[in-house]
Protein backbone atom coordinates (compact mmCIF):
# COMPACT_ATOMS: atom_id res chain seq x y z
CA UNK A 1 0.00 0.00 0.00
CA UNK A 2 1.28 3.72 -0.89
CA UNK A 3 -0.17 6.91 0.94
CA UNK A 4 0.21 10.09 -0.31
CA UNK A 5 -0.27 13.22 1.29
CA UNK A 6 -0.49 16.16 -0.58
CA UNK A 7 0.44 19.72 0.17
CA UNK A 8 1.33 23.64 -0.48
CA UNK A 9 -2.27 24.91 -1.67
CA UNK A 10 -3.56 28.13 -0.65
CA UNK A 11 -4.98 31.31 -1.80
CA UNK A 12 -2.85 33.50 -4.58
CA UNK A 13 -4.21 36.08 -6.75
CA UNK A 14 -3.45 35.60 -10.54
CA UNK A 15 -0.24 35.65 -11.76
CA UNK A 16 1.49 34.18 -8.57
CA UNK A 17 3.01 31.35 -7.86
CA UNK A 18 2.74 27.76 -5.88
CA UNK A 19 4.64 24.61 -4.86
CA UNK A 20 2.53 21.80 -4.35
CA UNK A 21 4.31 19.00 -2.81
CA UNK A 22 3.33 15.36 -2.93
CA UNK A 23 4.95 12.63 -0.16
CA UNK A 24 4.62 9.36 -0.27
CA UNK A 25 4.70 6.56 2.44
CA UNK A 26 4.51 3.26 2.68
CA UNK A 27 5.36 0.61 -0.49
CA UNK A 28 7.26 3.55 -2.07
CA UNK A 29 10.02 0.92 -3.43
CA UNK A 30 6.66 -0.05 -5.39
CA UNK A 31 6.16 3.47 -7.16
CA UNK A 32 6.49 3.59 -10.95
CA UNK A 33 4.83 6.72 -12.16
CA UNK A 34 3.46 9.86 -10.02
CA UNK A 35 0.37 12.07 -11.74
CA UNK A 36 -0.78 15.30 -10.73
CA UNK A 37 -4.90 15.52 -11.61
CA UNK A 38 -6.82 18.48 -10.50
CA UNK A 39 -10.51 18.91 -10.51
CA UNK A 40 -12.23 22.20 -10.95
CA UNK A 41 -15.52 23.43 -8.41
CA UNK A 42 -18.34 21.79 -10.55
CA UNK A 43 -16.47 19.95 -12.87
CA UNK A 44 -15.17 16.75 -13.35
CA UNK A 45 -11.71 15.53 -12.62
CA UNK A 46 -9.14 17.13 -15.76
CA UNK A 47 -7.34 14.51 -17.70
CA UNK A 48 -3.25 13.62 -16.29
CA UNK A 49 -1.96 17.20 -16.10
CA UNK A 50 1.77 16.04 -16.28
CA UNK A 51 3.43 12.60 -15.00
CA UNK A 52 6.93 11.74 -13.64
CA UNK A 53 8.45 8.06 -14.06
CA UNK A 54 10.96 6.88 -11.14
CA UNK A 55 13.60 7.51 -13.69
CA UNK A 56 12.78 10.95 -13.74
CA UNK A 57 10.89 11.55 -16.82
CA UNK A 58 8.15 13.27 -17.64
CA UNK A 59 5.32 13.50 -19.81
CA UNK A 60 3.85 16.03 -21.76
CA UNK A 61 1.67 18.83 -20.19
CA UNK A 62 -1.66 19.31 -20.40
CA UNK A 63 -2.09 22.42 -23.16
CA UNK A 64 -3.96 24.12 -20.18
CA UNK A 65 -0.84 24.03 -18.14
CA UNK A 66 2.00 24.13 -21.03
CA UNK A 67 4.85 26.41 -20.19
CA UNK A 68 3.50 27.01 -16.74
CA UNK A 69 3.50 24.02 -14.77
CA UNK A 70 6.56 21.72 -13.96
CA UNK A 71 6.47 18.57 -12.45
CA UNK A 72 9.73 16.95 -10.74
CA UNK A 73 10.75 14.40 -7.95
CA UNK A 74 12.73 13.80 -5.73
CA UNK A 75 13.07 9.61 -5.49
CA UNK A 76 15.18 9.93 -2.43
CA UNK A 77 12.30 12.26 -0.67
CA UNK A 78 9.92 9.95 -2.13
CA UNK A 79 7.74 13.29 -3.05
CA UNK A 80 6.60 15.02 -6.54
CA UNK A 81 6.82 18.42 -6.70
CA UNK A 82 4.55 20.95 -8.88
CA UNK A 83 5.61 24.25 -9.39
CA UNK A 84 3.08 26.54 -10.63
CA UNK A 85 3.55 30.12 -12.07
CA UNK A 86 1.33 32.82 -13.59
CA UNK A 87 -1.53 31.45 -12.25
CA UNK A 88 -4.74 31.96 -13.58
CA UNK A 89 -8.25 31.94 -11.84
CA UNK A 90 -8.94 29.26 -13.88
CA UNK A 91 -6.48 27.20 -11.93
CA UNK A 92 -8.63 27.49 -9.11
CA UNK A 93 -8.98 23.61 -8.55
CA UNK A 94 -8.58 20.71 -5.79
CA UNK A 95 -5.24 19.29 -6.86
CA UNK A 96 -4.51 15.56 -6.71
CA UNK A 97 -1.55 13.51 -6.48
CA UNK A 98 -1.94 9.97 -8.08
CA UNK A 99 0.75 7.17 -7.44
CA UNK A 100 0.82 3.89 -10.18
CA UNK A 101 3.04 1.15 -8.62
CA UNK A 102 4.55 -1.72 -10.62
CA UNK A 103 1.92 -4.26 -10.67
CA UNK A 104 -0.50 -0.86 -11.61
CA UNK A 105 -2.43 -0.60 -8.84
CA UNK A 106 -3.16 3.08 -8.70
CA UNK A 107 -3.25 5.15 -5.20
CA UNK A 108 -4.60 8.77 -4.58
CA UNK A 109 -3.94 11.64 -1.95
CA UNK A 110 -6.82 13.87 -0.31
CA UNK A 111 -6.18 16.91 -2.56
CA UNK A 112 -4.74 20.00 -1.84
CA UNK A 113 -7.03 23.49 -2.58
CA UNK A 114 -5.68 25.95 -4.77
CA UNK A 115 -7.37 29.03 -5.48
CA UNK A 116 -6.50 32.02 -7.97
CA UNK A 117 -8.41 35.41 -7.17
CA UNK A 118 -8.30 37.63 -10.03
Known amino acids: QVQLVESGGGLVQAGGSLRLSCAAS????????MRWYRQAPGKQRERELV?????????NYADSVKDRFTISRDNAKNTVYLQMHSLKPEDTAIYYC??????????WGQGTQVTVSS
Open 98 to 107: NAEDWFYNSY
Open 26 to 33: GSIGTINI
Open 51 to 59: AASRSGGST
